[in-house]
């Protein structure tokens, strides 16, 4: 069980690109979390997705979109990216009704 | 708004010492406490608490919830190098949507050889 997986690790983007961060995840989870993390900012909540086929923002959404491809993966997208979105990318998922949510390794996105 | 505040946001401690990790939180219709171990990358889960007074227990970590004074406390005895990390709070409420985690900033512990 490779358990929550996220591609790519690190990314360097200009101002005005666009990308899709991936996450994917083997444990038959039906929700799924996308979290900014910022130094002294703790982590922040993108996007969710509570079951396959729903979105949902969360605390930070502008800027981001996300596709739900099925019950394995998550995408992230920036369409047209900042300087403030500089961030440590994590992707999350947990099963139906309960709290315990686990975690990806992150990607480490720089905007110049 | 709901929140979660940690305390100390950061911490050095030498090998052998006991730290206790504060949380405190402000969270409509709160459901459950949860702690995570951040190294160099994700964050990984330790404890659920959901009753008070209950103390969950995992080698030298343990951990318990007051939901009268709305804290919970993380404390680490014998403290090892390998204990270097942020520890993170975080808390679940009942009819915000499912699953969602109201985060607190962290709390960087150091330990020294």
């Known amino acids: 069980n490779a358990g929550v997986t996220q591609t790519p690790k690190f990314q360097v983007l200009k101002t005005g690109q666009s990308m899709t961060l991936q996450c994917a995840q083997d444990?038959?989870?039906?929700?799924m979390y996308w979290y900014r993390q910022d130094p002294g900012m703790g982590l922040r909540l993108i996007y969710y997705?509570?079951?396959?086929?729903?979105?949902d923002k969360g605390e930070v959404p502008n800027g981001y979109n996300v596709s739900r491809l099925n019950k394995r993966e998550f995408s992230l997208r920036l369409e047209s990216a900042a300087p403030s979105q500089t961030s440590v990318y994590f992707c999350?998922?947990?099963?139906?009704?309960?709290?315990?949510?686990?975690f990806g390794p992150g990607t480490r996105l720089t905007v110049l | 708004e709901d929140k979660v505040v940690q305390s100390p946001l950061s911490l050095v401690v030498h090998e052998g010492d006991t730290v206790t990790l504060n949380c405190s939180y402000e969270?409509?219709?709160?459901?459950?406490l949860l702690w995570y171990k951040q190294e160099k990358k994700a964050p990984t889960f330790l404890f659920m608490l959901?009753?008070?007074?209950i103390e969950k227990k995992s080698g030298r970590l343990s951990s318990i919830l007051d939901k009268k004074e709305l804290f919970s406390i993380l404390n680490i005895t014998a403290t090892q190098t390998g204990d270097s990390a942020i520890y993170l709070c975080?808390?679940?409420?009942?009819?915000?949507?499912?699953?969602?985690?109201?985060f607190g900033k962290g709390t960087k512990l150091s330990v020294k050889p």
């Open positions: 969270v409509t219709n709160f459901r459950s």
């Open positions: 444990m038959n989870h039906n929700s």
């Open positions: 997705s509570a079951s396959e086929g729903t979105t």
């Open positions: 975080a808390a679940s409420n009942y009819g915000g949507s499912q699953g969602n985690l109201i």
């Open positions: 959901t009753s008070s007074g």
């Open positions: 999350a998922s947990s099963e139906i009704r309960t709290d315990t949510q686990y």
